[in-house]
């Protein structure tokens, strides 16, 4: 049974930073491209980021370039988000989701997500 | 960036009747469409693949349709455990992005 289990959510101040992980089971993580999506309370889904399955390509939305980092240990099956110079618009809960073997697809598995919250 | 319109907003709807929610892209992106359903504190949950494609487990009156800028979500004799928000999502160009999503109630 695939399984993506999200971590690291919490407490930050603006400007602060924050690592997310999502540890992944059930299937082989090394082949499989992985993303990160967002949804702030009461509002949509929003992508944020996406890795190829050898982690050599990323790809972000525009809210998030240059702020945060995406990044995977496929020795780990962990993928992981680092968020730097947060603000109070990235206060979401944060998805790890797994589509197809490359980027460009539909997301079959969600992880059950991680509430950041971005508050002084 | 390409930039998803979804209509209706919202949606109040009476069991068995047929639901249609549209998903309009700003410039073409082919099949590359896929639809999500997500009910209060839940995760996201696939229901169709490339705009048209089913989903293993998805029950059959969900379908979709369409290629290039529009495209259909139809739910044929809505149940009450449909009662959900609904969003597309485009992975044809990066970034890719979502609608901003279809609120379906139940009467």
């Known amino acids: 049974e695939v399984q993506l289990v999200e971590s690291g959510g919490g407490l930050v101040q603006p400007g602060g930073s924050l690592r997310l992980s999502c540890a992944a089971s059930?299937?082989?993580?090394?082949?499989?491209?992985m993303h990160w999506v967002r949804q702030a309370p009461g509002k949509g889904l929003e992508y944020v980021s996406a890795?190829?399955?050898?982690?050599?390509?990323?790809y972000y939305a525009n809210s998030v370039k240059g702020r945060f980092t995406i990044s995977r240990d496929n020795s780990k099956n962990t993928l992981y988000l680092q968020m730097g110079s947060l603000r109070a618009e990235d206060m979401a809960v944060y998805y790890c989701?797994?589509?197809?073997?490359?980027?460009?697809?539909?997301?079959?598995?969600w992880g059950q997500g991680t509430l950041v919250t971005v508050s002084s | 960036e390409i930039v998803l319109t979804q209509s209706p907003d919202f949606q109040s709807v009476t069991p068995k009747e047929k639901v249609t929610i549209t998903c309009r892209a700003s410039?073409?992106?082919?099949?590359?469409l896929h639809w999500y359903q997500q009910k209060p504190d839940q995760s996201p949950k696939l229901l169709i693949k490339?705009?048209?494609q089913s989903i293993s487990g998805v029950p059959s009156r969900f379908s979709g349709s369409g290629s290039g800028t529009d495209f259909t979500l139809t739910i044929n004799s809505l149940e009450a455990e449909d009662a959900a928000a609904y969003y597309c999502h485009q992975s044809s160009s990066l970034p890719f992005t979502f609608g901003p999503g279809t609120q379906v109630d139940i009467k």
């Open positions: 989701a797994r589509g197809n073997f490359d980027i460009f697809t539909g997301y079959y598995y």
């Open positions: 410039q073409s992106i082919g099949s590359n």
């Open positions: 059930g299937f082989t993580f090394s082949s499989y491209a």
């Open positions: 890795i190829t399955s050898n982690g050599v390509s990323t």
């Open positions: 490339y705009a048209s």
